[in-house]
């Protein structure tokens, strides 16, 4: 099955600093991903659902890239500010099973002021 | 629009002991994951439903986890003799059936500690 490897587990910008958080997955036949966010003690929640048409995605305050060819998604916080400072989850539909959604570990962010 | 609901929010068990989690999903969605949450780790799916039916169990521990959704709508995971490697936070997400992979909603999960 789909298998996620997200990178780096935990992350520190300044305030105003970009930040970048990598996945790759091992099946290049997969087309739906989703990047979430949880903040301490909260719900998952959904920053973006991307479809394997689009390889470049904005949204308020991030860009989610998308290279199929070496099966990698990226999330882009520009000017990141210390409401930023979550965890930040991948995740990637099985293509034969779209319900089965595999996740990878996550990545800690931290936006020092 | 209320959102998916779990309780407890917390429980801390001994080893050997039985407990069991509460999902009330988003009204109208047809189907219902389970999921458990290590600490510092992602979710990884244990069960999901479509209505009142499993779909997947693969990954639940049947020996020990079970999980039911009588009525299509409410979901209870029960862990029969808990142990220590079940501490984690034990997310229920549920979404509705449409066209392509369906966005997932989640609660705000049970944090399961197992001494």
């Known amino acids: 099955g789909e298998q996620v490897e997200q990178r780096p587990p935990h992350l520190s910008v300044r305030e105003g600093d970009s930040a970048v958080i990598t996945c790759t997955y091992t099946?290049?036949?997969?087309?739906?991903f989703f990047w979430y966010k949880q903040e301490p003690g909260a719900s998952l929640q959904l920053l973006m659902k991307v479809f394997s048409s689009t390889e470049i995605n904005e949204g308020q305050g991030f860009t989610v890239l998308l290279n199929k060819k070496d099966t990698r998604l990226s999330l882009n916080l520009t000017a990141a500010h210390p409401g930023d400072s979550a965890a930040y989850f991948c995740a990637v539909s099985e293509p034969s099973n779209t319900n089965k959604v595999v996740f990878g570990t996550g990545t800690r962010l931290q936006v020092l002021p | 629009e209320a959102g998916v609901t779990q309780s407890p929010r917390y429980a801390v068990l001994q080893e050997g002991q039985a407990v069991s989690f509460w999902c009330d999903p988003i009204?109208?969605?047809?189907?219902l994951y389970w999921y458990q949450q290590p600490r510092d780790q992602g979710p990884q799916l244990l069960v999901y439903?479509?209505?009142?039916?499993?779909?997947?169990n693969s990954q639940l521990p049947s020996d020990r986890f079970s999980a039911v959704r009588p009525k299509g709508t409410n979901s209870t995971l029960k862990i029969q003799s808990a142990k220590q490697g079940d501490t984690a936070t034990y997310l229920c997400?549920?979404?509705?059936?449409?066209?392509?992979?369906?966005?997932?909603?989640f609660g705000s999960g049970t944090r399961l500690t197992v001494l």
């Open positions: 009204s109208g969605h047809d189907t």
């Open positions: 439903f479509r209505d009142e039916a499993v779909i997947d």
């Open positions: 099946d290049p036949n997969s087309y739906y």
């Open positions: 997400a549920s979404s509705l059936r449409q066209g392509g992979a369906e966005t997932l909603y």
